[in-house]
């Protein structure tokens, strides 16, 4: 599938390479384990990097057990826009949602980044049309992070989300 880069990219955020040795100045906001036994262990922390949100999601794979670390870069404010966002996706047409079978939400400037939710086979999408995904600074390839249903709404880790949305409501972060 193409994409279509749609709004200037920004400058990435300095990569993190290890959810166990965060760089100076870099803060831990919240943590959440998926310990589901069917998929390999997976840590998610958030952290306040560079004023803004990175996602790492660390994880140990193949057949030498790598480890691996995948940061998403996201603005601060997505902690409280994320669950409102998504809510509103889930709402039917009847209550002032979109049509029905809508795949995408509009794109939305949030604190100068162009964010939208998707809905995938299994959950819904987080996607930063603003910037690229580490390390593929040659074509345009959005940040997206899949989060399942189950994973969201069953394992509770948009109840993480949402807590620390309203601390940066309050300004406690």
Same mark, same amino acid.
């Given at each position: 599938?193409?994409?279509?880069?749609?709004?200037?990219?920004?400058?990435?955020?300095?990569?993190?390479?290890?959810?166990?040795?965060?760089?100076?100045?870099?803060?831990?906001?919240?943590?959440?384990?998926?310990?589901?036994?069917?998929?390999?262990?997976?840590?998610?922390?958030?952290?306040?990097?560079?004023?803004?949100?990175?996602?790492?999601?660390?994880?140990?794979?193949?057949?030498?057990? #790598?480890?691996?670390?995948?940061? =998403? +870069?996201?603005?601060?404010?997505? $902690? *409280? %826009?994320?669950?409102?966002?998504?809510?509103? @996706?889930?709402?039917?047409?009847?209550?002032?949602?979109?049509?029905?079978?809508?795949?995408?939400?509009?794109?939305?400037?949030?604190?100068?980044?162009?964010?939208?939710?998707?809905?995938?086979?299994?959950?819904?999408?987080?996607?930063?049309?603003?910037?690229?995904? #580490?390390?593929?600074?040659?074509? =345009? +390839?959005?940040?997206?992070?899949? $989060? *399942? %249903?189950?994973?969201?709404?069953?394992?509770? @880790?948009?109840?993480?989300?949402?807590?620390?949305?309203?601390?940066?409501?309050?300004?406690?972060?």
């Amino acid at each position: 599938m193409s994409r279509v880069q749609k709004y200037p990219l920004l400058t990435p955020l300095s990569r993190i390479d290890r959810h166990d040795q965060l760089p100076q100045g870099v803060v831990e906001l919240g943590r959440f384990l998926d310990s589901r036994p069917q998929l390999r262990e997976r840590l998610y922390l958030l952290v306040k990097h560079e004023d803004h949100l990175a996602l790492l999601i660390s994880y140990h794979s193949g057949p030498k057990n #790598q480890y691996y670390c995948k940061q =998403y +870069d996201l603005p601060l404010k997505a $902690l *409280s %826009w994320f669950p409102w966002a998504l809510e509103e @996706f889930r709402k039917p047409p009847a209550e002032g949602g979109l049509h029905a079978g809508a795949m995408t939400s509009k794109d939305m400037d949030v604190d100068g980044e162009m964010l939208c939710v998707q809905s995938t086979t299994d959950g819904y999408a987080l996607v930063n049309r603003s910037r690229n995904k #580490q390390g593929t600074a040659s074509n =345009y +390839d959005p940040v997206d992070i899949s $989060l *399942s %249903w189950t994973f969201l709404y069953e394992l509770g @880790f948009l109840a993480l989300w949402r807590s620390l949305g309203e601390k940066y409501e309050r300004g406690e972060l």
